[in-house]
T-cell receptor, first 108, second 116 residues
Framework: GQNIDQPTEMTATEGAIVQINCTYQTSGFNGLFWYQQHAGEAPTFLSY????GLEEKGRFSSFLSRSKGYSYLLLKELQMKDSASYLC?????????FGAGTTVTVRA | DVKVTQSSRYLVKRTGEKVFLECVQD?????MFWYRQDPGLGLRLIYFSYDVKMKEKGDIPEGYSVSREKKERFSLILESASTNQTSMYLC???????????????FGPGTRLTVT
């Protein structure tokens, strides 16, 4: 079976840093995705990790530890437009299993 | 840019009606997926297809069927809609990984279905 956990909600101030954790226990693993989803819109791809370590892409970074079944998404220099849900998803071949999502609210 | 389109953004149907949700992608992707998204539950896979006329059940296939007659089109069918099928339905497509090595999925805008 698949078990993917992430916090339900997080709140942070504009300009700050927020770290969204994701832990997983899955029957197969090819990689881990992070998606961003604004209210009423489609999820859009943010990052992909297949090897252990940190992947940096501008203000967003994602980390993976396969031995610990753990990932995090780091959002730096938060902007109001970063208010959204962030979805952690584990890939097993062409199937993705999603966590319930973390809603991030950025306050001025 | 990859484009995944869904036939309706909002749909209201009555209990017992047969409902068709259509999804079209324009990037020649092999794989297509149907999810439903509910608060607190995240995205749950209903069905996926890895080739024309091929389909596999996902995690919650009960009450749904699918059709893929052409590579670019994947339809979700609710044979007899029920109120517990009120949800946001998202379609996605992905290429086989090839040289990129990833199974990144591209999502459509979603259809919010209400069954009354």
């Amino acid at each position: 079976g698949q078990n993917i956990d992430q916090p339900t909600e997080m709140t942070a101030t504009e300009g700050a840093i927020v770290q969204i954790n994701c832990t997983y226990q899955t029957s197969g693993f090819n990689g881990l995705f992070w998606y961003q989803q604004h209210a009423g819109e489609a999820p859009t791809f943010l990052s992909y990790n297949v090897l252990d370590g940190l992947e940096e892409k501008g203000r967003f970074s994602s980390f993976l530890s396969r031995s610990k079944g753990y990932s995090y998404l780091l959002l730096k220099e938060l902007q109001m437009k970063d208010s959204a849900s962030y979805l952690c998803a584990v890939s097993n071949d062409y199937k993705l299993s999603f966590g319930a999502g973390t809603t991030v609210t950025v306050r001025a | 840019d990859v484009k995944v389109t869904q036939s309706s953004r909002y749909l209201v149907k009555r209990t017992g009606e047969k409902v068709f949700l259509e999804c079209v992608q324009d990037m020649d992707h092999e794989n297509m997926f149907w999810y439903r998204q509910d608060p607190g539950l995240g995205l749950r896979l209903i069905y996926f297809s890895y080739d024309v006329k091929m389909k596999e059940k996902g995690d919650i296939p009960e009450g749904y069927s699918v059709s893929r007659e052409k590579k670019e089109r994947f339809s979700l069918i609710l044979e007899s809609a029920s109120t517990n099928q009120t949800s946001m339905y998202l379609c996605a497509s992905s290429p086989s990984p090839g040289t990129s090595g990833t199974w990144e999925q591209y999502f459509g805008p979603g259809t919010r279905l209400t069954v009354t």
